[in-house]
């Protein structure tokens, strides 16, 4: 036996010793990779700057309220995607009730007219031609990408069985991604001839340089039901794979905010908190803020160019206003994303504001109690005017104040005498998603897909600086949930590469 035990440690490895792992952050990112590093058998310790895990991915309780601002849907809700094995290795959806969508949102003009973008793509299609039978060609066309997109799955393993599947479900989209890949949402909708399509078709998406391709792929979701809303939302979400985590072993140390990463020899040794409490591990991921990570944690002495052009001239998701309120009205009857179009703009920070994106959770028991409702609205803004405003708590308050009042108002047009049923109300501004989680800007998801940005390789190593990886929104242009847990699931198997151990994974 002692002869087998000698082989197989020394000889074929197959033993794990327990090197250390600590990782910056306690969002999905890093609550994932804390997960796999436990799974392959290395101590792992998280560390968090809030008293709570998610990240991005969080929601508040006022009274009986939960105010959400992260989780509309869920790629990889059902077993035939294949994010769903990521889900089910971190027992993020485990016995969770899965509500799925009709409608992706709708958008009401000023004029009463409702244009409805429904999941079923071809009941979607079929409505536009109603609206503008003269751009037939150009809607089927919108169909046939839809389609063939829907047929695309993205590789979980890092297999060449697994590449090669991808690439083969790939081929027949390939004339669309030659077509499309460098046209934005806005450019699109010029091609209708319908003046209606022209100005509501892009609304959903009209950011800056938004990629016509991501808004495809998920118009493509929701048409194959790949996509679901998990009741309990972003907190139940979170909670449940930082419970994976503890589960397998893993630590989290709450309230801790890391000042510096620890530099040895030009490897990454551990880390300092704020308080100047150091601690030391094999290897450092940094699941947080990209920016803060290279130029403050880093000191800006591990990058290159090529990184710093990112910082410079990518765009980033515009930040965004998040007003909630906790409504004594059941929404259940009414649509779950409308987005609204004024009559006559609101001005909210210096700007024009001619849409409110409202969304309601009265479809998740867990979100209000029996009868009640919370309604969300969305609205972006410019992230220097609320940090400039927050140096003066009162007059910040007050604005806030304000645009709490104009909004409700502007609602009584939707939602009639909706100011009687708000019996609390909420506002998030990106100063306090900065706070909170100290997001560059505010900005909630990173970078924008955009066609420059939507398929660049971005490393998860920094120039010069072994041991170290960097994950998260801050290294896959577009962000979301499902790529943030992937990027944690890599980073692992790449550490158990290079430490010649056998990748494992595990599903409760």
């Not at 047929?151 to 077509?179: A, G, H, Q, R, W």
């Not at 994303?337 to 504001?353: G, Q, R």
């Not at 479809?363 to 109690?369: E, F, M, V, W």
């Not at 009640?372 to 005017?385: A, G, P």
């Amino acid at each position: 036996m002692v002869l087998v035990y000698y082989f197989k440690t020394y000889i074929i490895g197959e033993s794990r010793l327990e090197k250390s792992i600590i990782i910056i952050g306690a969002g999905i990112s890093g609550l994932s990779a804390g997960c796999y590093a436990r799974m392959n058998g290395f101590k792992t310790t998280i560390f968090e700057m809030n008293d709570n895990p998610g990240g991005q991915c969080v929601a508040w309780k006022r009274k009986d309220f939960i105010f959400d601002p992260c989780i509309h849907w869920l790629l990889g809700t059902t077993p035939e995607n294949s994010f769903y094995r990521i889900w089910e290795e971190l027992g993020a959806i485990k016995d969770k009730k899965i509500f799925y969508f009709d409608e992706f949102c709708r958008i009401k003009t000023a004029e009463g007219k409702e244009l409805i973008f429904y999941s079923n793509i071809n009941k979607f299609m079929y409505q536009l031609k109603e609206f503008a039978p003269e751009d037939g060609e150009l809607i089927d066309e919108i169909t046939g990408a839809v389609n063939s997109f829907g047929e695309i799955e993205f590789p979980v393993d890092k297999n060449i069985t697994s590449l090669i599947s991808s690439l083969v479900k790939l081929i027949p989209c390939m004339k669309y991604f030659f077509k499309y890949s460098k046209i934005t949402v806005q450019d699109f909708a010029k091609k209708f001839k319908n003046p209606f399509l022209r100005k509501y078709f892009l609304v959903p998406f009209d950011m800056p340089d938004f990629s016509l391709i991501a808004m495809l792929f998920t118009l493509a979701w929701f048409n194959k039901k790949k996509v679901g809303y998990p009741v309990g939302g972003s907190m139940d979400f979170s909670r449940a794979i930082e419970k994976r985590f503890k589960d397998l072993g893993g630590e989290i140390l709450y309230n801790k905010k890391v000042e510096r990463i620890r530099i040895i020899n030009d490897k990454a040794s551990g880390i300092k908190l704020e308080d100047g409490s150091k601690y030391s591990a094999d290897y450092v991921i940094s699941a947080c803020d990209g920016k803060t990570t290279i130029y403050k944690m880093l000191n800006g002495e591990f990058t290159s160019k090529k990184i710093d052009s990112y910082y410079k001239n990518f765009k980033l998701f515009p930040p965004i206003l998040f007003i909630s309120l906790g409504l004594k009205r059941d929404l259940k009857e009414t649509p779950h994303t409308i987005l609204f179009e004024l009559e006559k703009p609101l001005k909210i920070a210096d700007k024009d504001i001619n849409f409110l994106w409202c969304r309601h959770t009265a479809y998740d028991p867990l979100a209000a109690p029996f009868g009640k409702s919370v309604l969300s609205i969305f609205i972006e803004t410019d992230y220097d005017y609320w940090k400039k405003l927050r140096i003066n708590e009162e007059d910040y308050k007050f604005e806030k104040q304000k645009v709490v009042t104009l909004v409700i108002d502007a609602l009584n047009n939707f939602y009639p005498d909706i100011i009687s049923d708000v019996e609390i109300y909420d506002m998030a501004t990106p100063v306090t998603f900065e706070q909170r989680t100290g997001v560059w800007r505010g900005s909630y998801e990173g970078w924008l897909p955009t066609p420059q940005t939507l398929f660049t390789n971005m490393e998860k190593t920094l120039p010069g600086l072994d041991n170290f990886y960097l994950i998260g929104q801050w290294t896959t242009p577009g962000g979301g949930l499902p790529t943030a847990a992937k990027d944690g699931r890599d980073v692992i198997y790449n550490i158990c590469k290079k430490e010649k151990i056998k990748f494992v994974t595990s599903i409760i």
